[in-house]
């Protein structure tokens, strides 16, 4: 026994075989029942391990040298995917991550979820992997003399430079390239975060996958940006695709990307795109799915879920910009959707008559007042479909759905944690899980979405 009373000590050396992945990729192993988690790591390896650190519980290790390795091994194909903390997978073969991902929902829906008599489907990946992101956020810094632009490395702020990103779409690797050029060219100082000094701190590229619209956007730490005329003419010049060029001032001490305040400096404020046949207006901040192509793919499959009828009203908490409400609004009587965030309420409402579509009403605020206050007007939902963020739904929204009473839930999640913790919730208030299917929304990174039908027994 160490001094901390764990089987381990710092820096000794253990022979150990990987049993499973963590949530964030790292590999877990035991050493008489104490937990090592170990960064790139995969199941089944047998490898010595270094303790790196020892926490109460559980430690951490690294790989010294690997005695048996996983025929599910592949070689990052990305030159800076071991700097970097944009991916968690690429040493992890693309079917072997759908195999894990699948894993990981079956799994926490047994242990938080308490929920065993489900079949959890094989997650639905991508034919093609890889360039899929329609929107990339760079952080841009001063370093040497020079501008660096690219994502951080993992657990930091320090930037890795790099000049494409192989999950990105080509078009925002040019973009990203492009502007760092011309801004160092006009001597524009990248952003110091510890210092709060320098103009440029992001740069942010947005793609319409169908459309082909490309929009740049140059988030600044002040409102003036030096040289602005001939920083616009020449992105224009080089990049000739660009239909709209918009500057954001962020002057807070802060790790939100946005600021409040949005300039359009040259063409639209918004470009275009479509998911199936609904088209979107797409804004500088409007929240849009990354992943275009797999987005169609998960809300085809809550479409499924949802198993409508026309004659049926259905509620779309947390709608966002309308994306799932708009899909919904096609085959059934009437959509609601509540969104807290007023922006994006205005974007479904933009959205909506862009498409021609009247039979959805969207309204502002907490889901768990609003959704309440609809009943109170004798609307009545035979269908409630919830796409919470990360932390996953409020619990007043849980028992104001059970206080319903909807014939069907359809739950669209990005953390399978808070799905099992909201779906136990839900089962006990008289719901059953019928169908869970995981969707690989973001190829190469840890992270797993998954589509639950509910009905009520």
Known sequence: MSKQGTPVEKNQIVEVTIEDLTHDGAGVAKVNGFTLFIPKALPGEKAKVKVVKIKKGYGFGRVMEYSEMSTDRTEPPCPIYQQCGGCQLQHLSYEAQLVQKQKQVRDVLERIGKITDVTVHPTLGMTDPWRYRNKAQVPVADREGGLVAGFYQERSHHIINMDSCLIQHEENDKVVQAVKDIAEKNGIRGYDEQKHRGTLRHVVARYGLVTGDVMVVLITKGEDLPHKKKIIAEIQERLPQVKSIVQNINNR?????????????????????????????????????????????????????????????????????????????????????????????????????????????????????????????????????????????????????????????????????????????LEEGGYKTKKVQPVDMFPHTNHCEAVVQLELT
């Open 253 to 425: 001490r802060t790790n939100v990307i946005f600021g409040e305040k949005t300039i359009v400096l040259s063409g639209e404020e918004y470009i275009y795109d479509y998911i199936g046949d609904i088209k979107f207006a797409i804004s500088a901040r409007s929240f849009y799915q990354v992943n275009p192509e797999q987005t169609k793919v998960l809300y085809d499959k809550a479409l499924e879920y949802a198993n409508l009828t026309t004659t049926e009203t259905v509620i779309d908490a947390y709608c966002g910009i309308g994306t799932i409400s708009l899909f919904l609004a096609q085959r059934t009587k009437h959509v609601y959707g509540v969104e807290i965030v007023p922006e994006a309420i205005d974007d479904a409402k933009r959205n909506a008559k862009l498409n021609h579509i009247e039979n959805v009403d969207f309204a502002v605020g907490e889901a768990e007042k609003v959704i309440p206050w609809w009943y109170a007007q004798g609307i009545r939902a035979d269908v409630i479909v919830v796409d919470p963020p990360r932390k996953g739904c409020d619990e007043a929204l849980l028992q104001t759905m059970l206080k319903m009473k909807p014939k069907r839930i359809v739950y669209v999640s990005c953390n399978p944690a808070t799905l099992a913790r909201d779906l136990h919730i």
